[in-house]
């Protein structure tokens, strides 16, 4: 299998906080990983580094084969809204605009915006009958679906999610995962971040981290496709 | 897309646009109020300053030279005058519109009770028609306005529809040394012909004018038996304060160039409208009362001054609270925007959206604010000069223009926070 | 909170620094007037001239401050080319205090010798400035006069009734003309020196022309003090200039006045919204306080009295800018500084800390109204 991200000696520090330190990791393409430690571990300041929305202190971000810890932060946005789709916890969604106009402000700044596609995205999530209701009519667990539909719109190549499930219940938290397995089936790379077991089990590899550091990284033997 | 996310904007985030809108609005309406009234508060005090009478005096081209010449013994009798048909020319110059009050003034001396006195015809509340090349222009003009400060301290001042051409008004003094009360008869003789006059009004006007006797312009010309002339004319109109291009002109129109003839014409300088006077009537000669004329100028400069650095300081207020809530404005958004930016957006991009949406309130609340201000301008207009203020475009303009800088001034802190925005700051939080 | 405190010190300068120049227009505005000239005259008050003493006890009611100028006149008729002609004997150092309106084309006299002629006298007698011109004064030789100075060809006597007359004469340079177009430019002005040489006989003036600064009754009262002082003079109000000048002045002051309030009011506004947004940012902690077991009032007090300080810091800074804008406008407009006003410092920060107070009452009590887990959720 061919790399897909690689991060190579990465440290980020805060002040006197090492929050990453020294932290090497290889995503292979098509690869669910899930990364796992106690808060303050250091799993959010490793999502944003993955997700371009951060600069490591040092160490490098390599991408496809492609060094990106160096470039300027309009080639790291561009770069982001091409290769990566992001599933935020607490959903953030756009509370003006409804559910297949948010889907459709990725495809916006990313190439053309077609409503027709969006609401193709928002099928597979199974939303599409939601698909003209404001985020405050929707149900939580409907969100987290409208985020992700947003996220896939632009078929990235590496879902980033950050505690995808934190704010669901247990039925929503199924749908979610099931749409996960359905993306990792066609081929998409999956980063989860999470400090649930019963989320993190769920994936191919799992890496912990503690401290900054990572602790342990080993492939789930329970994964079922 | 761009479209639909200003639309979601407007249509389900209209309260805070609103407000920013009211803010805007309330400092366009201040702008607008200000900029009316200051470029209008010339004009207005202006015709407050008519109250010291006329700044003109017309007066018969020759006489000024002749009677000094030949009428050596008795400056009063002269030897030309104005025809009285001739004088509705004044309605015809360029500046008619500016002149605001005419009346002629007729002096001759009368014995009263075997003493010597002023005679003065004139006109009162005239009404007066001139047909011109078929234009017909009429107005209603005379001494009523022009003797404003006059105190009537018995009877009433004379109404040329309700009295009689024989009436008359005497001044305090001449009326306390000969015991005349008002509705009193006196008879008055000049050159040998006699007239009963009906004392309609005694007047205290604080000058020469107390030993006068003022009567109507017809009833004088009977006296005097000039017939249907005048001797003088006095002319009040409102002016623009000299500049060097008065002064200049002042010396001899004929010395300015093409351009600055053109334009010393068209300003209402009181020496263009000498000139132009002169022109309508070429066997008079207008001259400006300094003493009214260059006082004018000052007060006006001083007001007009007082007023803009007021306007401004009103201005600079108006700026920084709207310039305030636009930042706030913005700022509040912040989630919302490092979201955008998350989700794929250029600092550039989202710029762009957050200035058109802002713009676009701005404009709305401009709009709103111009005609609030407007309504404002016509309070102030009409309970302090008891008239309307003039609506200006050049006050409109200035809006525009002042809205459009201070709502881009206002984003700037905004939107440099926009570019240092990281995502990733905005969006873990709430943890 | 700097934005709200930055709405409230903008506020206060406006309001602050318009009360200055609101209580300060007529004072400033007056002195402009004066270039109408005089606003009151002093005629003799018996039959005979004014003493040139009483002048300036007259004129001592005004204080130095209001006291623009004062120029006394005095008239005789003489002849120019046996034509008669009005001489007046003024001083020139002052006159254009008391007549600013004057246009001299040329120069104006600096001393004795030179004339200042009235532009229509001037086209009479074909005069233009640097001309020399002779003034006749005719009068009968009896016993009062002393005729020592008098050269002998200027005398002489009318075979007829045998009386002897004298036709004393001046030479004169005409140094400027005067137009002015009223009246005065039928007369020829001269020095007090050469009109005493001319006549051969020293008296008072005719008429005093005052120019000092004040409202119409304040200059009434002036003019009454002065006729009740016993002096030669008798003070009378030039209507036509004090009435005027009330009129105008009060129109102004009234626009001043509309135009602060309208400025005040929309400030208020201003302020008011600046503080709605403020506080509608920290709905947030308003919800989390209340999650917390805050009571409302507890919450409204604690806003409050914030909202209370900043207007009262607003008000302080407010009161001195706006003294120096105020200043800033009177140097530019009026070259003159303003009064200083101390009783406006408490009445801006009074208003300062009531307007806030007020703009703050309103978005508290609805923040407060809100219930704390929706907003601690999230919208």
Known sequence: ?225 | ?431 | MIVALLAIVVGATILSGLEMIYYDVPRQMSAQFRSYGANIIFTPSGDGDINNDDIEKGVEVFGSDELEGCTAYRYENTKIHNMPQALAAIDFESVLKTSPYWHIGGDMPSGNGMALVGAKAAEGLGLKSGDTFVCVNSFEVDESVDTSDIPSYEMYTDPESGETYCDHELELVCSGILETGGSEEDYIYVTYDDITALTMNERGCDIVEVSAAGMQEDLKAAAEKINSMGLTISAKLVKRVTASESTVLTKLQSLVFIVTFVVLVLTMICVATTMTAVITERRKEIGLRKALGALNSSIIGEFMSEGLVLGGIGGILGSVLGYYFAQFVSMNVFSSSITFRPLLIPITIAASVMVTGLACLIPIKSAVDVDPALVLKGE
């Open chain 2, 1 to 431: 897309m761009f479209f639909r996310m200003v639309r979601g904007t407007f249509a389900r985030q209209w309260k805070k646009m609103l407000m920013i809108a009211v803010t805007v609005a309330l400092g366009a309406s201040i702008a607008t109020a200000m900029l009316n009234v200051m470029l209008d508060v010339g004009d207005k005090i202006n015709e407050e300053l008519k109250t010291y009478g006329s700044n003109i005096t017309v007066i018969p081209q020759s006489e000024a030279v002749i009677s000094k010449l030949y009428d050596v013994e008795n400056n009063d009798v002269q030897t030309e005058y104005i025809e009285e048909e001739k004088i509705g020319e004044l309605m015809t110059i360029f500046w008619a519109n500016n002149i605001t009050d005419f009346a002629p003034v007729n002096d001759t001396l009368a014995e009263l009770n075997g003493t010597e006195v002023t005679l003065v015809g004139s006109w009162f509340d005239h009404h007066l028609e001139f047909k011109k090349k078929g234009t017909v222009y009429q107005r209603d003009t005379g001494l009523t306005n022009l003797r404003s400060w006059w105190d009537i301290t018995e009877g009433e001042m004379l109404d040329e529809q309700k009295h009689s051409e024989n009436c008359a008004m005497v001044g305090v003094q001449l009326a306390a040394e000969q015991n005349i009360r008002s509705g009193d008869t006196v008879t008055v003789e000049c050159s040998g012909r006699t007239k009963q006059l009906e004392v309609v009004g005694i007047f205290e006007s604080g000058d020469d004018e107390d030993n006068y006797i003022y009567t109507t312009l017809d009833c004088e010309q009977e006296l005097s038996g000039c017939g249907d002339m005048m001797k003088k004319v006095e002319v009040s109109a409102i002016t623009s304060p000299d500049d060097e291009l008065a002064v200049k002109a002042a010396r001899n129109p004929s010395l300015l160039s093409g351009d600055e003839y053109d334009l010393w014409y068209c300003t209402a300088y009181v020496s263009s409208i000498c000139f132009q006077i002169q022109e309508a009537i070429p066997e008079a000669s207008a001259s400006a009362v300094r003493q009214i004329a260059d006082s004018e100028g000052k007060i006006l400069e001083k007001t007009q001054l007082l007023m803009t650095l007021i306007t401004v300081l009103s201005l600079f207020g108006a700026t920084l609270g709207i310039s305030n809530l636009v930042t706030s404005g913005v700022m509040e958004r912040s989630q919302e925007l490092a979201l955008l930016k998350a989700v794929g957006a250029t600092n550039g991009e989202v710029t762009l959206l957050v200035l058109t949406e802002i713009m676009i309130t701005s404009v709305i609340g401009a709009a709103a604010g111009y005609f609030l201000g407007f309504a404002f301008a016509q309070v102030i207009g009409q309970s302090v000069f008891s008239s309307a203020v003039e609506m200006s475009g050049m006050a409109a303009f200035i809006v525009i223009v002042l809205i459009i800088a201070v709502t881009l001034v206002g984003s700037i802190p905004a939107i440099r926070m926009l570019m240092r925005l990281r995502p990733s700051e905005v969006l873990h939080g709430g943890h």
């Open chain 1, 1 to 225: 299998m061919s790399k897909l991200l690689e991060l190579k000696n990465i440290s980020k520090i805060y002040g006197e906080l090492h929050a990453l330190d020294n932290v090497s990791l290889t995503v292979d393409k098509g690869e669910w990983i899930a990364i796992m430690g106690p808060s303050g571990s250091g799993k959010s300041t490793m999502m944003n580094i993955i997700g371009c929305m951060d600069k490591a202190t040092s160490g490098q971000v390599i991408f496809d084969g492609k060094d990106i810890s160096k470039e300027s932060r309009r080639k790291l946005t561009e770069f982001h809204r091409d290769k990566i789709g992001l599933v935020f916890q607490q959903f953030h969604l756009i509370n003006y605009l409804n559910a297949v106009e948010n889907v459709m402000v990725a495809q916006y700044y990313h190439s053309m915006p077609d409503e027709k596609e969006a609401l193709e995205a928002l099928e597979r999530v199974g939303l599409k009958d939601r698909a003209k209701h404001l985020p405050s009519q929707l149900s939580g667990g409907e969100q987290q679906r409208v985020c992700i539909a947003r996220a896939i719109i632009n078929s990235p190549e590496l879902i980033l999610a950050d505690e995808p499930t934190g704010n669901l219940d247990e039925a929503n938290e199924n749908i979610v995962l099931d749409i996960f397995h359905q993306l990792h089936r066609e081929g998409t790379s999956l980063v989860v971040v999470t400090h649930d077991d019963e989320v993190g089990l769920e994936a191919q590899r799992i890496v912990r981290l503690e401290h900054g550091k990572i602790t342990s990284d080993k492939k789930n033997d329970n994964f079922h496709e």
